[in-house]
Antibody
C-alpha cells in the first residue's frame, strides 16, 4: 500500500528539541521530493520545508520561520524522512504532515499526504 | 514571498449546487497552482495540480482553471462528501505558500 506514516510528535518545552519521522512505503522513495507541511490548531496550512530527490542531490529548502532551527533529512535505506526541530517555540505547535511530491511535465506537486503527528510546545 | 488570497473564506451551499472558489496570487505564477481538500480532523487530500490537472482518482466533478494570477476551483454538483475546507497553493518559487482556505458548509 502506498502510504506515509509520521511519528515522533509529543509535548516539548520551549527551547527544546524533537525529531519527527515519516516512514514511506509502496513507492520508490528515492524518486520523489519530500516535504513537511504543518497546521497550527484551527489554522491553515504552512509549508515547512523540502528535500529534493537523489537526482537533485537531496538539497533542501526551508520556510523563513524555521530556517536555522529545523533540519530535514532522509534515509534512503530506510525509506524514511526526518524533521529535526531545535529551539522550539510555542508558535511551532501544530500537526506536522509528511508530503510526497511528484513530477509531471515539470510540475513538482504534492500528491500524497501522511495522517500527521501533533507537536505541542508548552511549558 | 507570493501571497495567495482565497475568496470567499466560507460559503453555504446545498447538495447539487455548482460551487466556485477563487484564488488570487500576488504576482504571476503561470500555472504552478494546486488545490487541496481537507475534512475536519483529517489530512489534506490533493485534488488538482498545474491549475487544471486532476490528481489520479479525483472525480471529474472537480475542475480547475486559470493562469497568471487568477484561478478557480469548481465543483460541478456538490455532494455531502464535498463539504470541507479547500486550499490553493502555489509552487512557482520558494517559499511555497497556501491560501487561507475556503470552508464549504451546508
Amino acid at each position: 500500500e502506498v502510504q506515509l506514516v509520521e511519528s515522533g510528535g509529543g509535548l516539548v518545552q520551549p527551547g527544546g528539541s524533537l525529531r519527527l519521522s515519516c516512514a514511506a512505503s509502496g513507492f520508490t522513495f528515492s524518486d520523489h521530493y519530500m516535504d513537511w507541511v504543518r497546521q497550527a490548531p484551527g489554522k491553515g496550512l504552512e509549508w515547512v520545508g523540502r528535500t529534493r530527490n537523489k537526482a537533485n542531490s537531496y538539497t533542501t529548502e526551508y520556510a523563513a520561520s524555521v530556517k536555522g532551527r529545523f533540519i530535514i533529512s532522509r534515509d534512503e535505506s530506510k525509506n524514511s524522512l526526518y524533521l529535526q526541530m531545535n529551539s522550539l517555540k510555542t508558535e511551532d505547535t501544530a500537526v506536522y504532515y509528511c508530503v510526497r511530491t511528484s513530477s509531471s511535465s515539470g510540475h513538482w506537486h504534492f500528491d500524497l499526504w501522511g495522517r500527521g503527528t501533533l507537536v505541542t510546545v508548552s511549558s | 514571498d507570493i501571497q495567495m488570497t482565497q475568496s470567499p473564506s466560507s460559503l453555504s451551499a446545498s447538495v447539487g449546487d455548482r460551487v466556485t472558489i477563487t484564488c488570487r496570487a500576488s504576482q504571476g505564477i503561470s500555472n504552478y497552482l494546486a488545490w487541496f481538500q481537507q475534512k475536519p480532523g483529517k489530512a489534506p487530500k490533493s485534488l488538482i495540480y498545474a491549475a487544471s490537472s486532476l490528481q489520479s482518482g479525483v472525480p471529474s466533478k472537480f475542475s480547475g482553471s486559470g493562469s497568471g494570477t487568477d484561478f478557480t476551483l469548481t465543483i460541478s454538483s456538490l455532494q455531502p462528501e464535498d463539504f470541507a475546507t479547500y486550499y490553493c497553493q502555489h509552487y512557482h518559487s520558494y517559499p511555497l505558500t497556501f491560501g487561507g482556505g475556503t470552508k464549504v458548509e451546508i
